[in-house]
């Protein structure tokens, strides 16, 4: 790696390697916004496999609820699922309180990419799911 990027230093390139991963994890990851998490300072492994849990059930309640409930009948399911998520990671967060700013902002931009990802799936239009979700996280969470 070093001898391949090194040239690129002056150019502004930086890289940064600090483990390698197995296949295995890559294809259980690609799509994890919250995959940065594992093997960062302040989280530790155990918190880092609740929250991809945690991450995995609110998709999938939000993959189902918009494929099975019409559009005007979602906002309060969404609310609920919103508050479920908030309140999972403020108990995560009580016992070593890791959620700073930059794992607030990926928190959201989590629940951002299920609702694009079920805009791929189920078409466009889902601002008022993503409303309701917000709503429902920022009335519980602590962090």
Not at 42 to 58: E, M
Request: glycine share 6%; with cysteine; aromatic share 8%.
């Amino acid at each position: 790696m070093r001898s391949t990027w090194r040239p690129e230093i002056p150019a502004g390139t930086y890289v940064s390697i600090l483990r390698a991963r197995k296949p295995e994890w890559i294809r259980e990851n690609r799509n994890n916004p919250l995959r940065d998490w594992d093997g960062r300072e302040q989280i530790s492994t155990t918190i880092y496999k609740r929250a991809v849990t945690q991450y995995k059930t609110t998709r999938k309640a939000i993959l189902l609820e918009i494929a099975e409930e019409p559009a005007d009948c979602r906002s309060t399911r969404m609310e609920e699922i919103g508050r479920a998520y908030g309140e999972a990671f403020n108990q995560l967060d009580r016992r070593s309180g890791f959620i700073e700013t930059v794992e607030r902002e990926e928190l959201f931009a989590a629940l951002d990419h299920i609702v694009n990802e079920a805009g791929a799936l189920h078409g466009p239009g889902l601002e008022d799911a993503r409303d309701s979700l917000v709503s429902g996280v920022e009335s519980v969470r602590d962090w």
